[in-house]
């Protein structure tokens, strides 16, 4: 008995549910004369509300305490020597039985007290499941019967929805409002850690990166610089020549969708374009590391340029044809949001659609193309797949888009890539780039919507 399948009945428990509240809403209005106060939809949806809601909380409790509660009786059932072994120990072996429950050979699985765990294992999932199911579908049928009781035609059925809905919302929201504040905390904390055992003006100003602490106290060659001025100025590098590229491109591209192309060429041509905010970023790493890095290469050596084979132009114009879509569509929106009298008026002073298009459109359309532009250059900031592809991971201190650079992004999966350790300056400082990140692109977002505020016109 999968997810799946408790899934579908209990689609089809509350379908049941909300044509059974409809049709005795309906029924009721029929023998008693009296008028409904809310659609009879709403009285569906109120049943619905009795049974899912309690049929939902069972399968997010279950899903809360499932292994804590599995894992206690699987410890109980094995022998006390093992049960008094260090947690170390003992999660290794609960990892053992639970690869031989599912299957997996271990070392150990020749041994017969895992053995006979992991058949203790299988026989709790089994009853387990079936318990899951039993509440679940007891849960669902206990809240339709309730609901179909309160049926009545004076029910404040609507009233009654639209606070559920309100509540789901406001729970919607408190989490992602929560889960907000635990990154950023997460952040504050991991880098005050960092901050207290590297200089934050080394940290910021200094032009030296090489994270690389020493093991030993003898050991030598590691004693490690945090100087990340590089990787910001590498950042700023690819993230400047990526908005070269994209901006005057998605711009024209959303001109021409608004004022000149047919209204079947923009039906077909839209969605085209949309394409390319859809393709994985790896894939654009391909495209770069395999066909434009060594055109850009081939193309240097032509007219006598050096060009690395990993080099920070080609990074940006990946990069840059990735954000096309983006800065598109978002000035194809505002651009749109132009109203149509302004096109008249100019088109009747004897305006062309091409000085329509820059003397007034486009002014019109401004503050929401700017904004456009900052929020696609914080998504420039963030990438990552493309750098590490195309431009390499040195941290070299320069302003030639020839040569090899990295970003913030780029070191912070480096650094968080393999067995780290969480209490050395080289993993916290990942943390501290990170949290750099953070305020930059918030600070890029708060000033796109003061400048969408400050300047927004207001059309009717």
Not at 253 to 277: D, N, S
Request: hydrophobic fraction near 55%.
């Amino acid at each position: 008995m999968s997810s799946s399948l408790l899934f579908a009945a209990l689609l089809i428990l509350t379908a049941t549910s909300f044509y059974m509240g409809r049709s005795a809403a309906v029924a009721q209005r029929a023998a008693t004369g009296q008028p409904l106060h809310s659609l009879p939809g709403y009285y569906g949806w109120y049943v619905v509300c009795w049974c899912g809601i309690p049929a939902a909380f069972v399968v997010v409790a279950w899903l809360a305490f499932e292994t804590t509660i599995v894992q206690a009786l699987v410890v109980r059932s094995l022998p006390q020597a093992i049960r008094d072994l260090p947690a170390d120990q003992l999660g290794l072996i609960i990892s053992d039985i639970r690869n031989v429950a599912g299957g997996l050979a271990t070392t150990s699985a020749n041994r017969a007290d895992v053995m006979a765990a992991a058949a203790h294992l299988r026989w709790i999932q089994t009853v387990a499941t079936a318990a899951l199911w039993v509440c679940v579908l007891a849960a669902g049928i206990a809240g339709l019967l309730i609901g179909r009781r309160h049926i009545v035609p004076s029910l404040r059925a609507r009233n009654d929805v639209e606070q559920v809905v309100r509540i789901i919302l406001i729970i919607a929201s408190t989490i992602a409002v929560v889960t907000t504040v635990g990154i950023v905390l997460s952040l504050l904390f991991e880098s005050m850690s960092f901050f207290a055992r590297v200089s934050p003006i080394e940290f910021l100003f200094g032009t030296q990166w090489s994270p690389m602490m020493a093991i030993r106290e003898d050991q030598v060659g590691s004693s490690g610089h945090f100087g990340a001025v590089p990787l910001f100025t590498g950042t700023l590098l690819i993230a400047v020549i990526a908005m070269i590229v994209a901006v005057p491109i998605g711009l024209m591209t959303a001109v021409y969708m608004t004022e000149y192309a047919h209204k079947q060429v923009r039906a077909i041509g839209k969605p085209i374009l949309e394409i390319l905010a859809g393709v994985p970023t790896v894939v654009y790493g391909f495209f770069a590391a395999l066909t434009v890095a060594p055109a850009i290469r081939a193309a240097g050596e032509m007219i006598g340029l050096q060009i690395a084979a990993q080099s920070a132009l080609a990074a940006g114009i990946v990069m840059g044809i990735m954000i096309i879509p983006f800065v598109s569509s978002l000035s194809d929106d505002v651009i749109n949001a132009v109203p149509q009298s302004m096109r008249d008026g100019s088109y009747a002073l004897g305006g062309t659609k091409a000085e329509t298009a820059v003397r007034v459109l486009l002014p019109a359309a401004l503050p929401g193309i700017v904004a456009s532009v900052i929020l696609a250059f914080s998504k420039a900031l963030g990438e990552t797949m493309i750098v590490v592809m195309a431009a390499g991971l040195a941290a070299n201190l320069t302003l030639n888009p020839l040569d090899a650079v990295t970003t913030v992004t780029v070191y912070i999966s480096a650094l968080l890539t393999g067995e780290a350790e969480f209490d050395s300056p080289k993993t916290l400082a990942s943390f501290a780039l990170g949290l750099v990140l953070f305020v930059v692109t918030l600070a890029l977002n708060i000033v796109a919507l003061q400048i969408v505020k400050a300047y927004r016109e207001q059309y009717e």
